[in-house]
């Protein structure tokens, strides 16, 4: 397996009053990782995606620890990898350090899907997504 | 017990290109909604923690469940209950409804502290916002 | 005439590491202000302009200024007047004190507009929305 | 003279449900350009000046108009040069294309300032910081 990795230092627009990142902060940070990972990895932009609003990859859960504060400047380093591989859904785990230390563990589980009238209806994630994520599965 | 509770309308800033609520947005939510507890409550502002730059309330890990969209101008429920009250840390459960349909159920943990030269240290939850949190202490 | 006016305190979000008011949150504190005018005052929520992907209200310009700073916990007092009312387009300004001191502000134009294909294209603001603007209309 | 230059995809949370960036972004984009052109040319990280809380460098009045909108995945080139330097404030102006289409031009002043006691006073711009700003200076 192989590991989407990826570094992003600490900005002013990450950090709050006490001098730390602001939490929901990490959550930009994580989806903007996710992100990256479909342009580079899965060879599939965002605007492939949404452009046309037929189709769309909503978080059904997230969970995330922080295990010690990251501050103004600090150079992170995220990694992510592929947890689950469902048929209509994938998890997928991300970590980032800085110097060693973990500041972040952050796991989610999202659903592919597709635009029926009003709603999102849970899809089969396409063959070749399917078989680029495989390259990122843990412990394969 | 009783619940601290709040509604808050979902707002154009809040929503994606797919139309939904982008989901850092709900901690930006949940994170206010604490703020306001803290002050409407607990009695005590964040000013109040935060300014001298003294005291802290990180949060040690939070994990959050999505069972439906959110849509621009949806009137979102909140509830919060304390589901834990620790010497040194609390948890709390935030759920949010909007026409009787749960969107969100957010479980956090945040450690009381004390800023000790360049490092966050726990220390006890003071007497009198302990007794204010009781009041919101799941089953009791 | 009549000023549009709504209070909103500074909250742990909207400040920096600086302990003042992170600047870009201002333009999050305005569009909410203008966003809450078009539901409560124009009878206009942004649903239904954005709904259907249809229409826009895109801004053109926006210049802002800061004579002084805010803090945590201040409570800031908004209104917004119309400055100019164009046939396609409008103009705003907003201001917002804390205890008599300005703290912003802001002027903003803004262009009614129609998706044609994929651009959107300019068109006259209805009758009954310039009808209830003119109310807000400065020097009338 | 020489301009500060870089480039900046437009990723999903810099878009709003109509698809185009939601402006309050574009401040951010703009802050995090100041924020590396303090680091990278001026050899001042923030870390730097806000560590400690004794400086800031607030913004005193910023101006932007939107020639055109952005969409999810352009990629934005930046450019920055100095517009005015004054002895304890300076000006800048930023503009963003896109494909040689002009998508942003802000103009922005900000102070130099120390703070004392609870406010923030302005200050020279020290010499070396002075020397760097130079090379920057648009008609020089």
């Given at each position: 397996?192989?590991?989407?990795?990826?570094?992003?230092?600490?900005?002013?627009?990450?950090?709050?009053?006490?001098?730390?990142?602001?939490?929901?902060?990490?959550?930009?940070?994580?989806?903007?990782?996710?992100?990256?990972?479909?342009?580079?990895?899965?060879?599939?932009?965002?605007?492939?995606?949404?452009?046309?609003?037929?189709?769309?990859?909503?978080?059904?859960?997230?969970?995330?620890?922080?295990?010690?504060?990251?501050?103004?400047?600090?150079?992170l380093d995220?990694?992510?990898?592929?947890?689950?591989?469902?048929?209509?859904?994938?998890?997928?785990?991300?970590k980032a350090h800085c110097g060693g230390q973990a500041r972040?563990?952050?796991?989610?589980?999202?659903?592919?899907?597709?635009?029926?009238?009003?709603?999102?209806?849970?899809?089969?994630?396409?063959?070749?997504?399917?078989?680029?994520?495989?390259?990122?599965?843990?412990?394969?």
């Amino acid at each position: 397996m192989t590991h989407f990795h990826k570094t992003r230092r600490v900005r002013f627009a990450d950090t709050d009053p006490a001098g730390i990142v602001y939490f929901p902060r990490y959550f930009v940070m994580t989806n903007d990782l996710v992100e990256e990972w479909f342009a580079a990895a899965l060879d599939l932009p965002y605007r492939k995606i949404f452009e046309g609003g037929i189709r769309a990859v909503p978080l059904l859960n997230v969970s995330e620890t922080f295990p010690a504060p990251s501050r103004l400047g600090d150079m992170l380093d995220f990694t992510l990898a592929v947890s689950r591989l469902g048929t209509k859904s994938f998890s997928v785990k991300i970590k980032a350090h800085c110097g060693g230390q973990a500041r972040l563990i952050s796991d989610q589980s999202s659903a592919w899907t597709r635009r029926d009238g009003g709603t999102l209806k849970a899809e089969a994630i396409p063959p070749e997504v399917r078989t680029r994520m495989e390259q990122f599965l843990e412990n394969s």
